[in-house]
């Protein structure tokens, strides 16, 4: 069964970064499409940042030019850089394959912009 473990939230200032961890067992994420989503309060949950098994990279408009998606095949974790951080961005972040998900899903972990 796949596990994904979500890390790297906190409280920030509006204009700060976050750098956050995605630890995935069970599956080879080098292999797949992965991908980073977020949920705010209230609303649905929205794919953000995804890249390609041949590590193309693709954004979401409004994280454009701010986020950038990563991943350490050796650690099998996929990273999301975010920087120029906005008071919109709060939400809880998710990682996850980018066009098939995988049934579970982690904990998330909590990104909070004050401004």
């Known amino acids: 069964q796949v596990q994904l473990v979500e890390s790297g939230g906190g409280l920030v200032q509006a204009g700060g970064s976050l750098r956050l961890s995605c630890v995935v067992s069970?599956?080879?994420?080098?292999?797949?499409?992965m991908g980073w989503y977020r949920q705010a309060p209230g609303k649905q949950r929205e794919l953000v940042a995804s890249i390609t098994i041949a590590g193309r990279t693709n954004y979401a408009d409004s994280v454009k030019g701010r986020f950038s998606i990563s991943r350490d095949s050796a650690k099998n974790t996929v990273y999301l850089q975010m920087d120029s951080l906005k008071p919109e961005d709060t939400a809880v972040y998710y990682c996850?394959?980018?066009?098939?998900?995988?049934?579970?899903w982690g904990q998330g972990t909590q990104v909070t912009v004050s401004s």
């Open positions: 996850n394959g980018a066009v098939v998900p995988f049934d579970s």
């Open positions: 069970g599956s080879i994420i080098s292999l797949k499409h």
